[in-house]
């Protein structure tokens, strides 16, 4: 199968399905060259890495590499590393025997064994603990695995992808991330630009997003003016495909332009606010991260004030896992839960 033969004829992504290519790919020079190597990876039965910023379509890829690949009749695993805390991870991803720890009433089987003949996907492979990457390491270097509370070992027969949003040789530095295991994910890679590097692909992503959600909300919200898109062409796009998605989804939700510009200006002086040691030499990819872990903050808050701080809600409506916001909500350094002195606790999560 080549890479042309993915959604041939499809206009626009049902949900389930991807985007057609165009939309994935834009027109950009980064992300033809990458649409390229991507096709040669794809048949290759080896691990693949792919980097880049929060926000810039890892796990769209990761689909698409599994969807390209002789392993596409198998099923397609995805695991949230960082939505699921450690002590459940290993359980996740291995399984485990009925009666392997208190509260194990059945054999659960776990996601590497659910992905047999089809894709492992690691999401986030960065936040996992440092004894659950030593057992990751067993797994690639030996290509076996067992059940928690299980005697025999079972063999690895999926293709293992892995995603993070941060620098693994920093985190290597650190002391965060082994070595040895970073080299076994990292056979083969894939470096995802930032939106911002290709802005001549905002036109054809906002476009497709408009045509999504008015389909799926029922509405006919119109295209953008030309004095928009350029605004958005100027546009920093800290959150990258993921604040553009959402951006054009309030923009159809409403109807009219505003939300955007409001928006877009609220953001830029946010990021202009962060403080940025002109004097020295600095790390872009540093700051750039800050700037979307201060924009994350500031959604996640305000979605929170505007649900009473029902995560249930929030979750759903910003799309993602309740796991997902739990894991956000510490990362971002906001409270877990808002106390009201003298007034019910309305960050419960009841419906």
């Given at each position: 199968?080549?890479?042309?033969?993915?959604?041939?004829?499809?206009?626009?992504?049902?949900?389930g399905?991807?985007?057609?290519?165009?939309?994935?790919f834009?027109?950009?020079?980064?992300?033809?060259?990458?649409?390229?190597?991507?096709?040669?990876?794809?048949?290759?039965?080896?691990?693949?890495?792919?980097q880049g910023?929060?926000?810039?379509?890892?796990?769209?890829?990761?689909?698409?590499?599994?969807?390209?690949?002789?392993?596409?009749?198998?099923?397609?695993?995805r695991?949230?590393?960082?939505?699921?805390?450690g002590?459940?991870?290993?359980?996740?991803?291995?399984g485990?025997?009925?009666?392997?720890?208190?509260g194990?009433?059945?054999?659960?089987?776990?996601r590497?064994?659910?992905a047999?003949?089809?894709?492992?996907?690691?999401?986030?492979?960065?936040?996992?603990?440092?004894?659950?990457?030593?057992?990751l390491?067993?797994?690639?270097?030996?290509?076996?695995?067992?059940?928690?509370?299980?005697?025999?070992?079972?063999k690895?027969?999926?293709?293992?992808?892995?995603?993070?949003?941060?620098v693994?040789?920093?985190?290597?530095?650190?002391g965060?991330?082994?070595?040895?295991?970073f080299?076994r994910?990292?056979?083969?890679?894939?470096?995802?630009?930032?939106?911002?590097q290709?802005?001549?692909?905002?036109?054809?992503?906002?476009?497709?997003?408009?045509?999504?959600?008015?389909?799926?909300?029922?509405?006919?919200?119109k295209?953008l003016?030309?004095?928009?898109?350029?605004?958005?062409?100027?546009?920093?796009?800290?959150?990258?495909?993921?604040?553009?998605?959402?951006?054009?989804?309030?923009?159809?939700?409403?109807?009219?332009?505003d939300?955007?510009?409001?928006?877009?200006?609220?953001?830029?002086?946010?990021?202009?606010?962060?403080?940025?040691?002109?004097?020295?030499s600095?790390r872009?990819?540093?700051?750039?991260?800050?700037?979307?872990?201060?924009?994350?903050?500031?959604?996640?808050?305000?979605?929170?004030?505007?649900?009473?701080?029902?995560?249930?809600?929030?979750?759903?409506?910003?799309?993602?896992?309740?796991?997902?916001l739990?894991?956000?909500?510490?990362?971002?350094?906001?409270?877990?839960r808002?106390?009201?002195?003298?007034?019910?606790?309305?960050s419960?999560?009841?419906?």
């Amino acid at each position: 199968m080549t890479i042309l033969d993915v959604n041939s004829g499809s206009s626009m992504r049902r949900f389930g399905a991807l985007p057609p290519l165009p939309v994935i790919f834009g027109f950009s020079a980064d992300m033809q060259a990458m649409r390229q190597r991507l096709e040669k990876i794809a048949s290759a039965n080896v691990p693949l890495m792919i980097q880049g910023e929060s926000g810039t379509g890892k796990n769209l890829l990761a689909e698409l590499v599994h969807k390209l690949s002789p392993w596409a009749a198998g099923s397609f695993v995805r695991v949230n590393c960082a939505a699921i805390p450690g002590t459940l991870l290993e359980s996740e991803l291995f399984g485990y025997e009925k009666g392997a720890f208190t509260g194990a009433v059945d054999t659960k089987p776990g996601r590497v064994e659910m992905a047999r003949s089809g894709t492992l996907f690691m999401d986030e492979i960065s936040e996992v603990e440092p004894n659950i990457q030593s057992k990751l390491l067993h797994l690639l270097q030996d290509g076996q695995y067992s059940r928690i509370g299980a005697q025999e070992d079972r063999k690895l027969e999926a293709r293992v992808i892995c995603s993070t949003n941060r620098v693994l040789e920093d985190e290597i530095k650190a002391g965060k991330f082994r070595q040895d295991l970073f080299y076994r994910i990292n056979v083969m890679s894939i470096q995802v630009p930032p939106l911002r590097q290709r802005a001549a692909d905002i036109g054809v992503l906002t476009n497709y997003f408009l045509e999504v959600y008015n389909e799926k909300y029922g509405r006919q919200a119109k295209s953008l003016s030309a004095q928009t898109l350029e605004r958005m062409d100027r546009y920093h796009w800290p959150g990258n495909i993921r604040e553009l998605e959402n951006l054009i989804r309030r923009y159809v939700i409403v109807g009219t332009e505003d939300v955007i510009c409001t928006e877009l200006n609220e953001n830029r002086r946010m990021v202009n606010s962060i403080d940025i040691p002109l004097g020295s030499s600095i790390r872009l990819k540093e700051v750039t991260r800050k700037a979307v872990r201060e924009l994350e903050r500031k959604i996640i808050l305000r979605m929170l004030d505007s649900n009473q701080w029902n995560r249930k809600h929030v979750a759903h409506a910003l799309n993602i896992s309740y796991r997902a916001l739990l894991y956000k909500i510490r990362e971002v350094g906001l409270p877990s839960r808002r106390a009201r002195t003298g007034r019910p606790d309305l960050s419960a999560d009841s419906d």
